[in-house]
């Protein structure tokens, strides 16, 4: 499973044969059932995890009762709670199982430890933070351009895997929609 890691590092920086054996002694692997918490709201975030196999969601609950998703991570994706993780606060998310998940995860200290050691890892991190950070603002501004139809459909086109694998009603929740709604523009197209 490590390898999937390395593999994933190593479309953005170079490793020596001693680092890809290193990093991974930083990580833990964790099975996940469905619908399985990794983290709650109202905790501490003390993990990043990365997704080797399945898909993982994080979403918060607003005033109303209602839960909102803000984000998915399929295979080869980092999630966590940044904001927490960072600054060892309570998080306003929940990070959850969408599907049986396999999940290698790193904590802060660890983390620390790992860029101590393999500097040439905040180049690899930056990276994927600028992309997870680009991605967030791209749904943000179509969120606030596009009619709901038109942000589902540049949404299937672009995303196809996720409207395969996602449940509707969450698929919904993080294209700002309810579930009729969705089933209704998936029935007029």
């Given at each position: 499973m490590a390898e999937q890691l390395i593999k994933h590092i190593e479309?953005?920086?170079?490793?020596?044969?001693?680092?890809k054996v290193e990093i991974p002694k930083y990580?833990?692997?964790?099975?996940?059932?469905?619908?399985?918490?990794?983290?709650?709201?109202?905790?501490?975030?003390?993990?990043?995890?990365?997704?080797?196999?399945?898909?993982?969601?994080?979403?918060?609950?607003?005033?109303?009762?209602?839960?909102?998703?803000?984000q998915f991570a399929l295979e080869n994706w980092w999630i966590t709670d940044y904001a927490s993780f960072e600054n060892s606060t309570i998080t306003d998310f929940t990070i959850q199982a969408v599907e049986r998940s396999i999940i290698l995860q790193i904590d802060h200290c660890s983390q620390a430890e790992l860029l101590s050691a393999h500097p040439q890892?905040?180049?690899?991190?930056?990276?994927?933070?600028?992309?997870?950070?680009?991605?967030?603002?791209i749904r943000m501004k179509y969120i606030n351009e596009f009619s709901r139809e038109e942000f589902y459909l540049h949404?299937?086109?672009?995303?196809?895997?996720?409207?395969?694998?996602?449940?509707?009603?969450?698929?919904?929740?993080?294209?700002?929609?309810?579930?009729?709604?969705l089933s209704e523009i998936k029935k007029s197209l």
């Open positions: 479309r953005f920086i170079t490793l020596t044969e001693e680092q990580f833990t692997c964790k099975e996940t059932g469905k619908k399985e918490s990794l983290i709650t709201q109202g905790a501490k975030c003390t993990h990043h995890f990365f997704v080797i196999e399945g898909c993982l969601r994080m979403f918060f609950i607003n005033g109303r009762g209602v839960e909102k998703t803000t890892l905040e180049r690899y991190f930056r990276t994927i933070f600028q992309r997870a950070y680009a991605a967030s603002q949404f299937s086109r672009n995303f196809p895997v996720f409207v395969e694998r996602i449940p509707q009603n969450l698929l919904a929740s993080f294209l700002n929609m309810t579930p009729e709604y």
